[in-house]
């Protein structure tokens, strides 16, 4: 083989190397562009619930309030059970 087929041959591999590359750059750039978006779409999703979430949280009863109220009611059924026997005997 002469110096010169030689060196076209090994430059005919390098173009073919660089094309290669080339063609492999492009396939991981759109395989980065799409677990971006897939990522992207994950996020906008756990963001929807995280929003769903507390915004069903603020419908919840706070438990000092839900305190109160059943110890008001208890309470008052207290009251109204104290004054039966009362008005049971008025009679």
């Excluded at 619930?49 to 008052?76: C, H, K, M, P, S």
Aim: hydrophobic share 45%; aromatic share 8%.
């Amino acid at each position: 083989m002469t110096d010169v087929a030689l060196k076209e041959y090994l430059e005919g591999q390098i173009e073919a190397l660089r094309r290669e590359l080339s063609v492999q750059r492009e396939s991981d750039q759109r395989a980065l562009e799409l677990a971006h978006e897939m990522m992207q779409r994950r996020l906008d999703q756990m963001n929807e619930f995280r929003n769903q979430i507390r915004d069903e949280r603020a419908q919840y009863v706070r438990v000092d309030t839900f305190r109160w109220t059943v110890g008001f009611i208890v309470a008052l059924l207290l009251v109204v059970a104290a004054f039966i026997p009362l008005f049971g005997r008025a009679r």
